[in-house]
């Protein structure tokens, strides 16, 4: 079992930035793709970024491709995600989640992901 926990959410004004961060529990962190999705009130939840093991491949939203950032540090079983210039329309809540170990691939799909955080609210004010 993988506990995923996020941090960094918060409340920022339109044009700032937040950095979101997710630890894994499991050491088989490295072996498996991340994700980081979001719901905004009364919405359903969509993708915002995915990320390789390797880090050599990711996916984004298109709304936030050139506003974000996700990476990764296996050695620290963590995933980021750097959002800058951010936009009312920005506002949710991010999950972070993970693909099982040994699925190693970035994806935009949440039904291929077997774990999830608690989430972290972000609220950008106008």
């Known amino acids: 079992q993988v506990t995923l926990v996020e941090s960094g959410g918060g409340l920022v004004q339109t044009g700032g930035s937040l950095r979101l961060s997710c630890v894994a529990s499991?050491?088989?962190?490295?072996?498996?793709?991340m994700g980081w999705f979001r719901q905004a009130s009364e919405k359903e939840r969509e993708p915002v970024a995915a990320?390789?093991?390797?880090?050599?491949?990711?996916y984004y939203l298109g709304s936030v491709k050139d506003r974000f950032s996700i990476s990764r540090d296996n050695a620290k079983n963590t995933v980021y995600l750097q959002m800058n210039s951010l936009k009312p329309e920005d506002t949710a809540v991010y999950y972070c989640?993970?693909?099982?170990?040994?699925?190693?691939?970035?994806?935009?799909?949440?039904?291929?992901?077997?774990?999830w955080g608690q989430g972290t609210q972000v609220t950008v004010s106008s």
């Open positions: 990320i390789s093991v390797s880090g050599d491949s990711t």
């Open positions: 499991e050491g088989t962190f490295s072996r498996s793709g």
């Open positions: 989640a993970s693909r099982r170990p040994g699925m190693f691939t970035a994806t935009p799909a949440a039904g291929l992901y077997d774990y």
